[in-house]
Structures are given as structure tokens and as C-alpha cells.
């Protein structure tokens, strides 16, 4: 272990780079508020059994990946690796079921997962999702799945995937699993050792195995679609076709299942698929005994969840970042340690004005104050001298143009207004 180093799987976001986090969490936030969605911020850490109950016991995440410790009261606590659990718990603790209608959420933070680290995947990693609770109606769950879709197409991105498919309900799925176990009990010495655990606590689970071993035995295994009730079926007819009247183009995944147990009927993932192994940037799907699991009453959800440091790497790739600056407007140059206090409200003044200013700290040489103040990347300097200030006056170096300027004091920010290249006038 290095102390300078962070910790496996965690890494650091470095002011340039926040610049560009800042723009996409700016923009994901306006599109989500103008859909109708209201932030929710809730603790980074909940009781462990909110997740132990809600994402389920024999989930990846619940059996291997959280973040749990006993605080000094002797509680156990996770550090949230979803967003879905915690937000469900605060619409039942605010008793938002009692104001009538659905009510739709959003938020935006990190979460913390144990996995093993690689491109794309890390243990504190950031996503923003969304949850509509309330709505059991199919037009809920396009409507999510649409607004996905919009949110990346607003960023700029095409060319993505969604995958979709059903899980159907916890009654035509008990029919599934019988099938399922029937099916590769058989042939269980062929599986890989955590889906032979599977099959035996949790068979859908198998599904979404990667192993190649895995996957040829369930490519041979019945369809879940086979076994769906007449209400589930429909469902998933009525969200394709309304995904089909807006055009908004899908694949089916028969053995999408997704690694969560809560979901019931829809699920759904995004793939950009030049992100390598880790290319789901997105995931979600109806829950609809989700509350009533967590304590509430039985009220039915649909949400997902996009991992943002795999929104950010698809945004990078396809170059659709902007380029930030943060150089100064302003550099402003003391020559002597008598001046220090002259730039100092110089600063001060301009920064009161709204511009942004660098100031040179101690007076070096001329020259050396005019490289850093080059380094800067800002446009203009302004220094201070002993000539120019026992008139009141100071200079204003136009940085790329090499040109300078005596003004008064007193029009320092007036002139400094003025002088500035046009990009940098607001
Ligand atoms: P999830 O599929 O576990 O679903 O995660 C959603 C997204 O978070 C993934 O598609 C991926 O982009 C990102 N993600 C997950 N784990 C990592 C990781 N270790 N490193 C980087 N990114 C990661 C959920 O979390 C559900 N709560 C989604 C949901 C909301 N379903 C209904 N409502």
C-alpha cells in the first residue's frame, strides 16, 4: 500500500478534467428538470439491510461487492452501491405515496462497488438515474427508456444501443426458474463454479454469466418469453410499440436479466459498444415490489441509472467534449514589494467586477513575472511600477499582441473592459 497513491478502483478528478464533469452534470440536469424530475440527495451510506432486502441476497453486489463496516453504535452500514434502494426508502420515510400521483427523481453522486477494477469499471464510480414511482402503465416505462434515448442524443451521442427485454413478474417467473433449473441441471458440472451456486439460490442469475461454458448451456435453455403471463406479455408489447411509434430503435436480449434482484417485467440497458468489456452506459428497468419490499405500501416503479465516468469516456471518444480554459482574463504584475499592496486591490477591484484575475504573489523581475503571467494564458497583464504609480497610473499589456497601454487608476476596470479580446467580452 502507498499513502500517495488512492485507493484500487478510485482515481482522482483534476481541475481540468472537473471542468468537463461540471458540463455534464450541468446539462444532464437541466434535460432531467425539464422532464419533470426533481433532485433527490440522499446519504452516501444507508443500513445495510436496505440493500441486503432490495437488491437482493444472492445478487453479485450484495454477496461480494459492498462497502460494509459497524460504526461505534454497532450498526452496520454499507456505502451505497446504488442509487434505486436509497431512493426508495426516502419516498416512503417522506411518505410520498401520500401526495397522490407518481413522483419522479433524480440524482447524481457517487457509489461504491468492490469489483474487480478495469477500463470502465471502478469501485467509487458516479451515476446519475432517475426513478418514476407510481406509475405501473407501460407509457411509464417508454417514457423512461425515451428519455434516456434523449438525454444522450441531446449530449450529442448516437450510434448507441438499447437492449431490452422482460423479466415478467415474480408469479410467471417462479414457472421460468423450474424450467430454467430442469433445463441445465443436467449439465450443471458445465457450469462455472459460482452459476452451479447459482442455479441453486438464484437461476436467472446464470443467465447473465460470462463465461463461455455458461453461455452455450443457456443459448439451449427455454425462453423466459415462452413463460410469461398474458399481463406481462402485453406489457412488453405495449412498450415496444410505443419505443416503435417514436422510432426509437431497440434490440431484444431474451437473457438480459440485469444484476439486480428487484426488477419485474421491463429491463433495459445502453451499450456503446467501443467501449470495450464495460460497455453498458446505462441500465434500468421496472420495479414493481420494490417499496413494498423496503417497508412501504405496493406501489409500482421504473427507473435507470447511467455510470457517468462511462458517459464521460464515450463523450471524450467520440470528441464531443468542449475544450475549457480556465486561463485568467487578467494577470496582474507588483514590480516592487512597495506595490504589493496596489496590485492587491487591483485585484480586488477587478475581481468585484466580475473578471477573472491571477495574481503575481511576490515581485520577481519583470521578465520572470511576464512568463508566469504567459503560462497563465491570460490576455492581458497589468503592471504595477514605481514611475507609472506615483502618477496613479498603471500598465495594461495586451499579452498576445505584445501592445501597452498607461491608464488612470481610476479607470482600471473600464479600460481593462475595453482591452480584452472580443471571446473574452460578455
Ligand atoms: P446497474 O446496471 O448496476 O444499475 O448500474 C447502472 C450503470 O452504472 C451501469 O450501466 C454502468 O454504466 C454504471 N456502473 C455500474 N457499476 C459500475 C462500476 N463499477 N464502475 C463504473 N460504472 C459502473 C443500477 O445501479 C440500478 N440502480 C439502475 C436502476 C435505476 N434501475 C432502476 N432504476
Known amino acids: 500500500m502507498s499513502l500517495t497513491v488512492s485507493p484500487r478502483g478510485t482515481y482522482d478528478i483534476m481541475p481540468d478534467q472537473a ?62 452501491p446504488e442509487g434505486t434502494a436509497p431512493v426508495v426508502r426516502a419516498y416512503i420515510q417522506h411518505k410520498l405515496h401520500g401526495q397522490g400521483g407518481s413522483t419522479k427523481l433524480f440524482y447524481l ?23 418514476l414511482i407510481g406509475e405501473d402503465s407501460p407509457v411509464a416505462d417508454a417514457e423512461v427508456i425515451v428519455l434516456a434515448h434523449e438525454l444522450y442524443r441531446q449530449l450529442g451521442l448516437t450510434g448507441l444501443e438499447i437492449y431490452l427485454n ?35 439460490k438464484n437461476p436467472l442469475r446464470v443467465l447473465d454469466c460470462k463465461e463461455a461454458s455458461c ?46 434482484d428487484y426488477y419485474t417485467r421491463t429491463v433495459f440497458e445502453v451499450i456503446n459498444h467501443d467501449l470495450g468489456a464495460q460497455n453498458a452506459i446505462c441500465g434500468g428497468g421496472r420495479y414493481d415490489g420494490l417499496v413494498e419490499e423496503c417497508g412501504g405500501p405496493s406501489v409500482p416503479g421504473v427507473g435507470f441509472a447511467s455510470g457517468m465516468e462511462r458517459l464521460f469516456m464515450t463523450l471524450e471518444q467520440k470528441g464531443l467534449l468542449p475544450a475549457f480554459s480556465r486561463a485568467p482574463q487578467v494577470y496582474i504584475i507588483p514590480l516592487s514589494a512597495e506595490l504589493t499592496t496596489v496590485s492587491f486591490e487591483a485585484a480586488f477591484i477587478l475581481r468585484q467586477k466580475g ?17 508566469a503571467a504567459n503560462k497563465s494564458g491570460a490576455p492581458l497583464a497589468v503592471i504595477i511600477g514605481e514611475d507609472e504609480w506615483q502618477d496613479r497610473q498603471v500598465t495594461i499589456r495586451q499579452m498576445y499582441e505584445g501592445n501597452q497601454l498607461r491608464v488612470d487608476w481610476a479607470d482600471l476596470a473600464v479600460q481593462v473592459a475595453q482591452l480584452l479580446p472580443p471571446a473574452e467580452q460578455d
Open 19 to 80: 471542468l468537463a464533469w461540471q458540463w455534464m452534470e450541468i446539462n444532464i440536469r437541466e434535460i432531467l428538470v425539464a422532464y419533470g424530475y426533481g433532485e433527490i440527495r440522499t446519504p452516501i451510506f444507508e443500513h445495510t439491510e436496505l440493500f441486503l432486502r432490495g437488491i437482493g441476497e444472492t445478487t453479485d453486489i450484495v454477496e461480494k461487492e459492498m462497502y460494509s463496516f459497524t460504526d461505534k453504535g454497532g450498526r452496520s452500514l454499507t456505502l451505497r
Open 109 to 131: 453522486g457517487p457509489m461504491f462497488r468492490q469489483e474487480r477494477p478495469q477500463a470502465g469499471r471502478f469501485r467509487q464510480f458516479h451515476q446519475f438515474g432517475v426513478e
Open 166 to 200: 422482460t423479466v415478467g413478474c415474480p408469479v410467471c417467473r417462479q414457472e421460468y426458474k423450474k424450467a430454467l433449473i430442469t433445463s441445465l441441471k443436467n449439465s450443471s458440472d458445465q457450469l462455472c463454479p459460482s452459476c452451479r451456486l447459482r442455479l441453486e
Open 215 to 260: 453461455q452455450a448451456l443457456t443459448a439451449q435453455a427455454p425462453s423466459l418469453h415462452d413463460f410469461l403471463c398474458q399481463d406481462c406479455r402485453d406489457h412488453f408489447q405495449q412498450v415496444r410499440k410505443l419505443l416503435d411509434q417514436v422510432q426509437v430503435k431497440y434490440k431484444i436480449q431474451p437473457k438480459l436479466v440485469r444484476g439486480l
Open 355 to 371: 473578471f477573472k484575475v491571477e495574481l503575481g504573489y511576490a515581485p520577481k523581475s519583470l521578465k520572470a513575472q511576464l512568463k
